[in-house]
């Protein structure tokens, strides 16, 4: 078997891609997220796989291992059924908006740096990877620091007083009036950050769910992962028909990924909602060096 596939033109080691699947499969499964904010970026960074193969190829892999950490979830009892419901069909439309919108950005040109040309695509894609994940970090750092229960310190949510009607009852998570319309939009929000970045979403949404509308980590990790399922799915068939997607790679990660994501989510039940929150913080810096390291190495 030969251990190198070639992508537009670069030899890509496949038993590192596949390392690399199981890795990012249990960080998935840890913090109920698809794993896209790390895949994609490690993809361009570690194997110089091109940005737009990069992102349809993570979401592909990601619908793999977003099902798995999700039945895990549903095993345990974590998450908000009524939620996810209500954000699948914004989600669908966000993303096929955002993979448009990649496809745009594709066909942009090129920016002039200090005698180098870098692509208008990693541009724009990088530099918006680099504020949410700082963003996201941060947020969850200062979660970790505070040993008080989420579930006590930060309910209720300013997001779930929001008195757009109709209102729905979110049991699971004792919030008994939440604005659906609100949820609805803030799927269409991440659905297209999925198309755009090649993210599930899920980094982006648990903050949300923890600060927005207060809903305890571990909830919130179970909460978002169907959705995250929904929108690679639909992500991974609107970059198909754009040619981002590469099988041979998708399959190669999901072969650990798939069995990692279990662990991981399992893992998620015995730490406390502090230290995990550190620990997401941790690794989201560490994607936030990668895509700083590309876009810096690009200029050099």
């Given at each position: 078997m030969n251990p190198f596939v070639i992508v537009d033109g670069h030899p890509i080691p496949i038993i590192g891609v596949a390392?690399?699947?199981?890795?990012?499969?249990?960080?998935?499964g840890m913090f109920g997220i698809g794993g896209g904010f790390l895949m994609t970026p490690l993809l361009v960074v570690l194997f110089h796989v091109p940005l737009r193969?990069?992102?349809?190829?993570?979401?592909?892999?990601?619908?793999?291992?977003?099902?798995?950490?999700?039945?895990?979830?549903?095993?345990?009892?974590?998450?908000?059924?009524?939620?996810?419901?209500?954000?699948?069909?914004?989600?669908?439309?966000?993303?096929?908006?955002?993979a448009e919108a990649l496809?745009?950005?594709?066909?942009?040109?090129?920016?002039?740096?200090?005698?180098?040309?870098?692509?208008?695509?990693?541009?724009?894609v990088e530099t918006a990877y680099a504020v949410l994940l700082a963003v996201v970090a941060f947020n969850y750092w200062r979660q970790g620091k505070n040993p008080v229960d989420v579930l006590q310190q930060l309910r209720p949510g300013p997001l779930?007083?929001?008195?757009?009607?109709?209102?729905?009852?979110?049991?699971?998570?004792?919030?008994?009036?939440?604005?659906?319309?609100?949820?609805?939009?803030?799927?269409?929000?991440?659905?297209?950050?999925?198309?755009?970045?090649?993210i599930g979403g899920g980094v982006a949404l648990n903050p949300v769910l923890i600060y927005?509308?207060?809903?305890?980590?571990?909830?919130?990790?179970?909460?978002g992962i169907i959705v995250l399922f929904v929108t690679a799915a639909v992500g991974t068939v609107s970059h198909s028909f754009e040619g981002n997607v590469d099988l041979r790679?998708?399959?190669?990660?999901?072969?650990?990924a798939t069995i990692s994501a279990q662990f991981g989510a399992l893992a998620s039940r015995r730490i406390s909602g502090s230290a995990l929150g550190r620990i997401h913080a941790a690794v989201i810096v560490a994607a936030i060096a990668a895509v700083l390291w590309d876009l810096v190495s690009r200029i050099r």
């Open positions: 390392i690399l699947g199981v890795v990012v499969g249990y960080v998935a193969i990069a992102i349809g190829t993570g979401l592909c892999q990601m619908t793999g291992t977003s099902l798995v950490a999700f039945l895990r979830h549903r095993k345990v009892r974590q998450g908000e059924a009524r939620f996810d419901v209500l954000m699948v069909p914004g989600s669908v439309l966000g993303v096929k908006l955002g496809g745009v950005l594709s066909h942009a040109g090129s920016l002039s740096v200090a005698g180098h040309t870098v692509p208008w695509v990693n541009v724009t779930s007083r929001v008195g757009v009607r109709p209102f729905v009852s979110l049991p699971a998570v004792d919030l008994p009036r939440v604005s659906a319309p609100l949820i609805a939009y803030l799927g269409l929000g991440l659905g297209f950050l999925s198309g755009l970045l090649g927005g509308f207060g809903f305890p980590i571990k909830q919130a990790v179970g909460t790679l998708a399959s190669a990660m999901l072969v650990g």
